[in-house]
Each structure stands twice: as structure tokens, then as C-alpha cells.
């Protein structure tokens, strides 16, 4: 079946302007998860859903970043005033609900701010 | 969080198992092992993962010690392909649900050589 979708794969942006990632998770999967990669580093973890609410927000850097999920399925992410700091593979991942359920990772959106 | 501890790089030959070490000693006892790996541009793809007992299926097999200080993800015939960035993770839970999210570490990089 398909996998987790994100959208663009490529972004780049100037310092400033404002930006929106798109992630399409596997249907049915009731969490969703984002995370940032920088070069050389593990994913980082940013917020996650559980239906249409954030359940966990802790790992936003500033308040520059802000995800919705708005109907319990597609997410985006926000990046307000993007700066260089900001460039990154963003990741996006699913899992269903149940004990133990893997997380099933997208191939991110790179994140290029100029 | 519960953090973990690999090496930064281990090699292996084509055709022999890899063997490839975790230390979590701050590990909780409701905290599943997790076993991502992530090939260069790709998402992390999930391996396996396990709570007390040792797991198999068809990409690998976990062992955790019995104390669950630490676990070894064994895939026991390497190929070419198998050459990824490994990530053993402990996941955190949220008020008691497994859907809480993952820290990732820096992994192991594994080479795996002809």
C-alpha cells in the first residue's frame, strides 16, 4: 500500500518569507509525527498528533513553527520568517494506534532557506 | 528521556552477520527497544523492535540482555544494501500509551564491504 507522502521533497525559500510542508500519512493512522534532520545528526523530533490534536508539542524550537492537522489525516507544517538555521530535512511519519506500533517514516522535505 | 549509547561506525563483510550494539541502562520498564535504519535521502525504515523478549522476523533479530541495559540487532547474512546509519531507540511513552515519540541518537554507520 502507499506509504507516508510528503510534499514538495525539495523547497528552497529566501530568509524571511514563510513556508508550508505537507505531509500525507498512511491512511488510517490515528498519530502523526514530525521531525527535522539536520547534515550529519538523527532526527530530530518537533510535534506530534493523535487524531487532530497535538499531543505532544514540546519539540518546537520557537514560536516561528506551527503544525494543524485539521481533519485527523494530512498535517501541514509552518515555518513563519524562515531563517539559514532553519535548513533541514523535514520528516514526517505514522502509526497506527495500538501498543508498539512502529512509526513509518516519509522521505522528508528538504528545507533549503537562503 | 531514555538515551542510548552506539558506536559511531562498525564494518562488516558481505555475507556475514552484523552484529551491531546498544546500551539503554536508563531504560523503564514499560519502554519498548526500537531499531530504525536510514539510508542516505531516504526516511528512517523500521527494523524491529521488542520490550523483554528476543524478536526475529524477516529483516533481523533483537536480543535484549535480560536487566535490559542493552540489545544487539543481529542481521545475520549483510548484504551491499544493508550499508545505512542504524539507530537503536527507546521510546518514550505518553501517560502510559506507546504512542509517545522517539529519540534519536547519531546510530551506528555500518559499512558493509564485498
Known amino acids: 500500500g502507499a506509504g507516508v507522502s510528503q510534499t514538495p521533497s525539495n523547497k528552497v525559500t529566501e530568509k524571511g518569507k514563510y513556508v508550508e510542508l505537507r505531509c500525507d500519512p498512511i491512511?488510517?493512522?490515528?498519530?502523526l509525527y514530525w521531525y527535522r534532520q539536520s547534515l550529519g545528526q538523527g532526527p530530530e523530533f518537533l510535534i506530534y498528533?493523535?487524531?487532530?490534536?497535538?499531543?505532544?508539542d514540546s519539540g518546537l524550537p520557537n514560536d516561528r513553527f506551527f503544525a494543524v492537522r485539521p481533519e485527523g489525516s494530512v498535517s501541514t507544517l509552518k515555518i513563519q520568517r524562515t531563517e539559514r538555521g532553519d535548513s533541514a530535512v523535514y520528516l514526517c511519519?505514522?502509526?497506527?494506534?495500538?501498543?508498539?506500533?512502529?512509526?513509518?517514516f516519509g522521505n522528508g522535505t528538504r528545507l533549503t532557506v537562503t | 528521556d531514555a538515551k542510548t549509547t552506539q558506536p559511531p561506525s562498525m564494518d562488516c563483510a558481505e555475507g556475514r552477520a552484523a552484529n551491531l550494539p546498544c546500551n539503554h541502562s536508563?531504560?523503564?520498564?514499560?519502554?519498548?527497544v526500537y531499531w530504525y535504519r536510514q539510508i542516505h535521502s531516504q526516511g528512517p525504515q523500521y527494523i524491529i523492535h521488542?520490550?523483554?523478549n528476543n524478536e526475529t522476523n524477516e529483516m533481523a533479530s533483537l536480543i535484549i540482555t535480560e536487566d535490559r541495559k542493552s540489545s544487539t540487532l543481529i542481521l545475520p547474512h549483510a548484504t551491499l544494501r544493508d550499508t545505512a546509519v542504524y539507530y537503536c531507540?527507546?521510546?518514550?511513552?505518553?501517560?502510559?500509551?506507546?504512542?509517545?515519540?522517539?529519540?534519536f541518537g547519531r546510530g551506528t554507520q555500518l559499512t558493509v564491504w564485498p
Open positions: 531507540i527507546v521510546r518514550v511513552t505518553d501517560r502510559g500509551s506507546t504512542l509517545g515519540r522517539l529519540y
Open positions: 511519519a505514522s502509526s497506527s494506534q495500538g501498543g508498539g506500533s512502529p512509526l513509518h
Open positions: 536508563t531504560i523503564s520498564g514499560n519502554e519498548y
Open positions: 521488542g520490550l523483554k
Open positions: 498528533f493523535q487524531g487532530t490534536g497535538a499531543a505532544d
Open positions: 491512511s488510517g493512522h490515528t498519530a
